[in-house]
């Protein structure tokens, strides 16, 4: 059964603090690791990562991925309150019948203070 | 995402009723997917389409049915809803295996 841990499960930083949010995989079959953000709605994608040691970016967040040691950071630098939300890291599946099936970890609770 | 619907927004139902969640998506994906989101559990999946009357389970379609006429609608169907069922239900949509997975705005479902 495939598995994602994220650490921590919250984190409260005031702003300009830079972050980083770890994601852990047990997959059989890995295809990519996907981050999202989620504020009080529908998650929106960020990354999708498949390869080691490439970093994405996207103004002050980046990624990650380590596939020897099975995982991935996400970097918040000069948070902002409005990166408050819950960050979700996913797995997807490539193997038999799982068609992409994405496996979720519980996600990382970020709240920035002003 | 704009190309991607739920309805209705929010439901309360009694136990024992049947219940039919709609998804709509105006983006001629392929790939179709419900998910439900508890607090400590993240997103969970319950079943999947991969094209046209093709559909598989997820990790906990226990109580739950799926159906895809057309490749705009996946619906969900919960035959004789339980208060276990008390969730939020996300649908999303995919081009393919190796695409994201892009979600709609989310149904609030309570049971009483």
């Known amino acids: 059964e495939d598995k994602v841990v994220q650490s921590p499960l919250s984190l409260v930083v005031h702003e300009g603090d830079t972050v980083t949010l770890n994601c852990s995989y047990e997959v059989t079959n890995f295809r990519s690791l996907l981050w999202y953000k989620q504020e009080k709605k529908a998650p929106t994608f960020l990354f999708m990562l498949?390869?080691?040691?490439i970093e994405k970016k996207s103004g002050r967040l980046s990624s990650i991925l380590d596939k020897k040691e099975l995982f991935s950071i996400l970097n918040i630098t000069a948070t902002q309150t409005g990166d408050s939300a819950v960050y979700l890291c996913a797995v997807k599946d490539a193997g038999g019948t799982s068609y992409g099936k994405l496996t979720f970890g519980q996600g990382t609770i970020l709240t920035v203070h002003p | 995402d704009a190309g991607i619907t739920q309805s209705p927004r929010h439901k309360v139902t009694e136990t024992g009723t049947p219940v039919t969640l709609r998804c709509h998506q105006t983006e001629n994906h392929r790939y179709m997917y419900w998910y439900r989101q508890d607090p400590g559990h993240g997103l969970r999946l319950i079943h999947y389409?991969?094209?046209?009357?093709?559909?598989d389970k997820g990790e906990v379609s226990d109580g739950y049915s799926v159906s895809r006429s057309k490749t705009e609608d996946f619906l969900l169907t919960l035959e004789s809803a339980t208060s276990s069922q008390t969730s939020v239900y996300f649908c999303?949509?995919?081009?393919?295996?190796?695409?994201?997975?892009?979600f709609g705005p989310g149904t609030r479902l309570t049971v009483l």
């Open positions: 498949t390869s080691s040691g």
């Open positions: 389409s991969y094209g046209v009357k093709d559909t």
């Open positions: 999303a949509m995919g081009r393919g295996v190796e695409d994201t997975q892009y």
